[in-house]
């Protein structure tokens, strides 16, 4: 999001340097036109005042060279010299024998003999003594004015009307380099210098511009487009993060975070202006709320459900048992003994069914399916209390794991193990039995159940019972297994394998 937001805005960064370069570049241009203003008119303040004092000068030497002077002239050029400098001009005047005929009470700067007075241009800096003379000649070359002007005349007649802060005035003439003003205070950087020539031709006037100083504050205020573009995008990323990114974070959390059955209630962490997340966690919550309902709803049409489906199989097992009872108590009135045995039969039968049904209303809390053991264990009992006289003393071992079935295959299992009981106790009353259920090794969805007896070995009255009754049996129930039941004649066992729960 913040790269998105630095992109988004980067233009508008660009354009804004764009400008300010711009400005920079404009201030550039103003600054230089300013400076050669400044330089062309100083110039000419300084050559005017020059020609002047230079016509005086000319006037003065001519008038004493010709005997026209009178004893106040020289006052007079030196009132009029200094009449408007701060430091005082000096002047002197000499003929050519070398005699001061007049001049400024100061001595005179070093830099010209008495060879050089006559002998140079009109004007000459004079760098060593930090001076620009001003040199003019009577017209009969007898006489010589000398006017000297110090840096301080200097600067204040070249001074230019407009307030440029670090700028440097200098004065060449050829190789010769005279600076008027003070050297700027800040000697690096970058400097714009522009010329104009004087009259003479000969000497020009420099004028040096510096820049200030390189600053924080000026660096600033040169990438403050930048800064302010990625201050936009760094404002931009914290109002989104803050007020969206960071709302929805918790949203997602709390959302992913959800249980059916619970009431969301996202905005009570979500504290945001943008009414589209508020609305968006009161439709989260409304959906809660009403998934919630429902759960509510369909727990409750499940334990009704439950309830009913207990009450049915509570019913079966109670109708059964009442069966049960009646053939009982029809077995009793009986006085034929194949009749008490039908009857006895048919009971055995009853009861398996009913206690298949009384352990699948047992195993109705967990959902879990039938208990092998306990089916196997209760079946076991019933089979031995309605067993025949002779064979009252028939044992049966048990050795099961802890499996768990559905009703459908506990039904068949118990009928399976009531016919092979049966059958044992009439082939061989006093025989035993020992029932194995065991997990097959081979598939983890499957079991084996086995029931070997001796009276279940090949014999002629097993083959009888079989071929005439109880063959057909269990062929049948073996097909509602899905499932061959396999008959070893010498071990008297019989194995099959049937569907366990997970």
């Known amino acids: 999001m ?92 000499y003929d050519r024998a070398g005699g001061r005929l007049c001049g400024s009470p100061q001595p005179e700067p070093a830099g010209l003999t008495g060879e050089t007075r006559f002998a140079r241009p009109p004007f000459e800096l004079l760098p060593q003594s930090g001076f620009l003379v001003s040199r003019a000649q009577s017209g009969n070359g007898r006489i010589v004015a000398l006017a000297y002007y110090s840096r301080g005349y200097l600067e204040s007649i070249a001074n230019p009307a407009t307030a440029l802060q670090n700028r440097q005035l200098s004065l060449r003439q050829g190789e010769k380099t005279l600076v008027v003003s003070r050297p700027s205070r800040h000697p690096g950087g970058h400097s714009t210098s522009l010329s104009a020539r004087l009259d003479p031709p000969d000497i020009l006037l420099t004028m040096t511009l510096r820049d200030p100083p390189v600053t924080l504050a000026r660096m600033l205020s040169l990438f403050l487009p930048l800064v302010m573009w990625f201050a936009a995008a760094a404002i931009g990323w914290l109002v989104v993060n803050r007020l969206l990114i960071k709302p929805l974070v918790v949203l997602r959390r709390t959302v992913a975070a959800y249980h059916p059955g619970e009431v969301l209630e996202p905005m009570r962490r979500i504290r945001t202006p943008a009414q589209e997340i508020v609305a968006l966690g009161e439709t989260f919550r409304e959906i809660s709320e009403d998934v919630a309902t429902h759960e509510a709803e369909m727990a409750e049409g499940l334990e009704t459900q439950r309830k009913l489906t207990r009450e049915v199989h509570h019913r079966v097992k109670n109708n059964l048992q009442i069966i049960a009872s009646l053939i009982s108590l029809h077995a009793r009135s009986a006085h034929d003994p194949e009749a008490v045995e039908a009857y006895a039969s048919i009971q055995r039968r009853v009861d398996a069914l009913s206690v298949v049904h009384r352990n699948h209303y047992a195993e109705l809390e967990e959902n879990r399916g039938v208990g092998v053991r306990s089916l196997i264990s209760e079946l076991s009992a019933s089979l031995r209390g309605t067993a025949p006289a002779e064979a009252r003393r028939f044992g049966i071992q048990i050795d099961s794991d802890n499996l768990h079935i559905s009703q459908d295959v506990a039904v068949p299992i118990a009928f399976l193990l009531t016919e092979l009981v049966e059958l044992a106790m009439i082939c061989d009353p006093r025989a035993g039995m020992r029932i194995s259920a065991h997990l097959d090794s081979e598939q983890a969805d499957r079991a084996i159940l086995h029931v070997s007896s001796p009276a279940l070995r090949g014999s002629e009255t097993m083959s009888a019972q079989v071929d005439e009754r109880y063959g057909r049996v269990l062929t049948g129930l073996s097909r509602q297994l899905r499932s061959p039941l396999a008959h070893d004649p010498e071990a008297g066992d019989y194995a099959i394998a049937f569907a366990v729960l997970p």
Not at 41 to 46: F, I, M, N, P, T
């Open 2 to 93: 913040f790269l998105i937001l630095t992109l988004a805005l980067l233009p508008l960064g660009l354009i804004a340097l764009i400008a300010s370069l711009q400005a920079i570049r404009t201030a550039d241009l103003e600054k230089e036109a300013l400076l050669r203003v400044a330089v062309t008119q100083s110039a000419r303040k300084l050559t005017a005042d020059l020609a002047s004092d230079r016509t005086a000068l000319m006037l003065t030497a001519n008038a004493l060279a010709n005997g026209d002077a009178d004893t106040g002239m020289c006052r007079r050029l030196s009132v009029f010299l200094t009449s408007h400098d701060r430091e005082g001009a000096r002047f002197y005047i």
